[in-house]
């Protein structure tokens, strides 16, 4: 054997893969280059807004705590409006995800149209949703409560008929076994195995709601949010500040919350 | 024989007490709700039954004469949650890497870390839009910003918990036989991360396109800013149009990434 034919290592993947990494990964750098330059987001770009954005970010300080008082209700509001929409949701995802459970709903007809159903819910944004309320009731809190009910709905439904597949069935067949009927099944062995997660998953999906609530003032669906678009169309930046912080202080606090009565539940 | 039930478990008093505290507690939250939101039914329905024939058939009856603009707008809001993506993808290697207990042997950094990613996790996409809009102007530069910082905190998060799992033996033995620190994170470290961190990636990019089509609703360009000219224009054809645009891409975009971070993991 030669030795000086092998000078370096071999490589540790063969010439195929080493190929099919590198045109993946000349793809990706390519898209990327023409996604910068259709946006207008390349590094130079990005150098020449540096100085504007510190200019502009200093008249948003200091925020103008003031303020604080007129936009409590507002605030009210926003989390009344997470907490009816969660609720809400909350009941109407035990129908839907049992129907879309295929350990519960042997129909494999119902239960494909169903997972259809909830996955083309989800693709809808909350604030399309919102929009499309607003056209209908007129602006108020009523379209966004909808909005995020049906928003909400999608996911909830989803991670709990994931949940209910994943239970175990040994309990329900030794209840039918024993002559159990099915609301007998679903109370004393569905349930206690599902609850627990149903309240995390419930929780996690308040937490949505808050952020996504805070948001859908934009659009005039209720909440903080029709009060920080009109302090920003009359250019009043350090008002819109506080509504900000106030904004990241409250789903700070809620994530804080809801994740320590989660960790303690499941 | 008589059948008898068994007899119930029995609860212990502190048990007890909680489920009343939290029965408690629910019950105010829901009468401080109810009796707070003032929700005008009669309008409400006035209008709904008014506006139904407005919008709701017109949503099904999409315009198709602005195919091209709506394709062209979708276009964009892909570019803008690629580039945004990808920036963020990048930027949040070394806050993870920061964030993870197993990485950065300082206590303080670690917990600066984790305390700046869930800064950047509470604030919605659309607050930051509208802080980046005032900074560069209307445009989808200030999308691009957006999506960026704001999945940053999400993908920092998910690297420094895939970080802390790996598994320490390899570097351990590495350290043993004297590797030393930049041998150590190329050859012990990143190839145990790489799948997983490219699989968070993927599914940011599908978060995030899902996030950039509402972006344009504050002026930080992509299909949003359709919506928002729609709502204005009550052109509810259009609006139908937009929706099922979205409606199709991010179901494709979705069924992409699951199956590719399903060969990587």
Known sequence: MKLEEQKSAPSLLPAKTKARISVIFAAVIGFYILSTVKTGATIGDLLDGIPNMGRVIVKFFPPNFNVFVHIIEPLAVTIQMAIIAT???AFLC??????????VTSNKFVYTFVRSFLNILRTIPDLVLAVIFVGLFGIGVLPGILALIIFSLGILAKLISETIESVDMNPMEAMSASGANTLQKI???LIPQVLPQFV???????EINIRASVVLGLVGAGGIGIVLSQQLKFYNYPNAMLIILVIFVLVVVIEYISTKIREAIV | MELVLPPKKKRSGLKTLRNWGIFLFLTVMYI???TGIDIDWGRAFERMINNFQRVIPKLFNPEWASIGKVWTAMVETLYIAFAGSLMAAIIAIPLGFMAAQNMTKSKVLTTFGKWVLSGIRAFPDLILAILFVVAVG???????LAIAIGSTGMLGKLYS???????????????ASGANKVQILFHGVIPQIIPEFLSYAIYRFEIDVRASTILGIVGAGG????????????????????????????TIIDFLSASIRKRIV
Do not use: C, K
Request: glycine share 4%.
């Open chain 1, 87 to 89: 609720t809400v949701a």
């Open chain 1, 94 to 103: 035990i129908p839907l995800s049992l129907l879309a459970a295929q350990n």
């Open chain 1, 187 to 189: 109370s004393f062995a």
């Open chain 1, 200 to 206: 995390s998953f419930v929780l996690y999906v308040f």
């Open chain 2, 32 to 34: 401080w709700t109810f």
């Open chain 2, 138 to 144: 209307p445009n989808p530069f200030a999308g691009v």
């Open chain 2, 161 to 175: 918990e895939v970080l802390e799992s790996i598994d320490m033996n390899i570097v351990e033995a590495m350290e």
């Open chain 2, 223 to 250: 299909i949003g800013t359709l919506i928002q000219f729609a709502q204005m224009n009550r052109n509810w054809e259009e609006m139908g149009l937009i929706l099922l645009v979205i409606v199709v891409v991010v």
